[in-house]
Nanobody
Framework: QRQLVESGGGLVQSGGSLRLSCAVS????????MGWYRQAPGQERELVAR???????NYADSVKGRFTISRDNAKKTVSLQMNSLKPEDTGVYYC?????????WGQGTQVTVSS
């Protein structure tokens, strides 16, 4: 089931910006936290940013000051604003819904930053 659908990925030049969006088809009531992860070629998936239902956020050190995660409870979306992109930000970005017993993953959206 497509409970999460990511969009907004693409190819940008170094220094550019992208905004990723995740449309959520399940109730936010059942979600403890929402996050964005990424997986670079040949590497493990890593946490990029996370926001709890209460609004607490945390970020990977590599993206602090450049990326901002946000949620819109009314529209049931989770977004990731990415500014000052670097080639090392390249990867497949996944939206994740962290529930008490499991985590729901989106299909991923490709972000490629050229130098």
């Amino acid at each position: 089931q497509r409970q999460l659908v990511e969009s907004g990925g693409g190819l940008v030049q170094s220094g550019g910006s992208l905004r990723l969006s995740c449309a959520v088809s399940i109730s936010f009531h059942s979600i403890n936290a929402m996050g964005w992860y990424r997986q670079a070629p040949g590497q493990e998936r890593e946490l990029v940013a996370r926001v709890t239902v209460s609004g607490f956020t945390n970020y990977a050190d590599s993206v602090k000051g450049r990326f901002t995660i946000s949620r819109d409870n009314a529209k049931k979306t989770v977004s990731l604003q990415m500014n000052s992109l670097k080639p090392e930000d390249t990867g497949v970005y996944y939206c994740a819904l962290i529930r008490t017993a499991d985590t729901i993953w989106g299909q991923g959206t490709q972000v490629t930053v050229s130098s």
